[in-house]
């Protein structure tokens, strides 16, 4: 068995003397492991960094074995990711969602197109906290669990939405929240794809999306709690705020 493709490198682990243990999220492939031997040598050591572009070809005896790869870089993002806490913070965060929340070797091709596009963003820190948050919203959605944001689950009004339901994952206006809104989690208007996005209304919005993902993705996958990546990333754009 064999393949070729390109992918994002999301996880390395030194593997014996020499070789490294790598999972990678493939175009074509999915979120999908192999070893490389040598990976660990001063050749390759510095080629193999999370989020790095590489080529890839994939061979094994058969189809559900380990296997192994063969990475020809295409583009590096560890020095853009270097030059700014939030670019390291934001590249660690994507990495370890996807590493997280995808299922093994099952293609998400529009995932996969919106996260190379993500983090070639990297260099452009104004615009990176409303790129991850649309990607995070599109993560949610891939994988079955998307926000219904369209119109308020009880009026069924399409304007003045400021709540979402932390039951349905629904939209609720101010009208239709009425004594419960303390029960609700806020709907920026940046969610929405409307008004000016700021880090402060971002933020908010990343704590909304977090509840979803904590209390509907992660249990899905058992009993692992969220990527501590996430909540760094998180910080640093507190931080930046204050």
Known sequence: MD???HGILLTVRRHGES???????TQAHGRHAGLVRGGTSRKMAPHLQPGAQLDLAWSARLEDHLGTYKAEPLRSR??????SRLALAGLNAVCALLAFALPDREPHPELYARSEA????LDTEDLWPLGYLRWELALMEDLGYGLDLSACAVTGATKDLTYVSPKTGRAVSTKGAGDWADRLLP?????LGQGAAEDIEILTALRTTGYFLESKLAPSLGTR???????????????RIA
Request: aromatic share 8%; charged share 20%; net charge negative.
């Open 118 to 121: 993500l983090l070639d963003l």
């Open 19 to 25: 070789s490294a243990l790598i999972e990678v999220f």
């Open 78 to 83: 560890a020095a853009i990711a270097m030059s």
């Open 225 to 239: 709690p969220l990527p501590e990546a996430r909540g760094r990333f998180l910080d640093a754009l507190a931080r």
């Open 187 to 191: 709907l920026p208007p940046v969610m």
């Open 3 to 5: 393949w070729r493709d």
